[in-house]
């Protein structure tokens, strides 16, 4: 089992700037990809970006490409999402995630181990 903690949500000003970490516990081997979700009041969790553990491959849903960016220390465990230019819209709970996947592509908001989760709030 992986335990997942995120810290570095907070209240910024749009075109603002955020940066996310997630510290992983517990044994990540090469199948795992790593990946942020997203939920704002009122709407499913949806998927925002993930990382291959090893190899370090992403993916990044539509609405936030160009604009934010996942990287990772594998030996720091740890896992970030850089956020640019930040809008009103992507205010929302932000989860890290932890799954084994041959798809990064294709994380599910079903599985793996989740953290407890950081509020980001926009302002216009």
């Known amino acids: 089992q992986v335990q997942l903690v995120e810290s570095g949500g907070g209240l910024v000003q749009a075109g603002g700037s955020l940066r996310l970490s997630c510290a992983a516990s517990?044994?990540?081997?090469?199948?795992?990809?790593m990946g942020w979700f997203r939920q704002a009041p009122g709407k499913e969790r949806e998927f925002v970006a993930a990382i291959r553990w090893s190899g370090g491959a992403t993916y990044y849903a539509d609405s936030v490409k160009g604009r934010f960016i996942i990287s990772s220390d594998n030996a720091k465990n740890t896992v970030y999402l850089q956020m640019n230019s930040l809008k009103p819209e992507d205010t929302a709970v932000y989860y890290c995630?932890?799954?084994?996947?041959?798809?990064?592509?294709?994380?599910?908001?079903?599985?793996?181990?989740w953290g407890q989760g950081t509020q980001v709030t926009v302002s216009s």
């Open positions: 517990g044994r990540i081997f090469s199948g795992y990809a």
């Open positions: 995630n932890a799954q084994i996947t041959a798809n990064i592509a294709k994380m599910s908001s079903g599985l793996g181990s």
